[in-house]
């Protein structure tokens, strides 16, 4: 099980984030999360030069590695403690994000069944929209 770790200090001190020692989301991010008041998942990082493609915005893989990740935490509660897999991602690139800015992701889930979870969510930075996905997560119990 991976663990949950607090951030002490910082822009993101209050927010958690995984201690994911060099898996793909610890060198991509790292992403930051914490519930709304409204106990609405919402997910951010800091946008940064290794975030951007040759144009000097956003990669189009950022926002999509940013759009799973985010859909993980958004169904976090119909997990249920179990693993699951993306089955379906599917996205719409609006804007672009440079370096410095704080792109955030937020969503719903729009049905959560016995192995099948469907999220929606948009991605945001300030009052500009970067991108809006939707998605279908397949929750399992690994083997031992």
């Known amino acids: 099980m991976v663990a949950k770790v607090t951030v002490a200090d910082g822009e ?6 995984y201690d994911l020692h060099g898996t793909f989301d610890q060198v991509v991010g790292p992403f930051f999360f914490k519930p709304d008041p409204d106990g609405k ?3 951010a990082f800091r946008a940064e030069p290794k975030h951007m493609n040759a144009g000097d915005r956003m990669h189009g893989g ?3 590695t940013f759009a799973d990740i985010g859909m993980f935490q958004i169904a976090y509660n119909e997990m249920e403690g179990k693993n699951g897999v993306t089955i379906q991602l ?3 690139f609006i804007d672009g994000a440079y370096v410095g800015e704080r792109v955030e992701c ?3 889930v729009v049905r959560a069944g ?3 979870i469907f999220v929606r969510g948009q991605i945001t930075t300030g009052t500009r929209t970067l991108m809006t996905f939707s998605g279908v997560i397949k929750k399992f119990t690994p083997r031992t």
Request: with cysteine; hydrophobic share 30%; proline share 0%.
């Open 90 to 92: 599917d996205s719409t």
């Open 41 to 43: 998942m919402r997910c």
């Open 62 to 64: 950022c926002l999509m």
């Open 12 to 17: 993101f001190s209050g927010w958690q984030t």
């Open 106 to 108: 937020t969503g719903e």
């Open 114 to 116: 016995g192995s099948l």
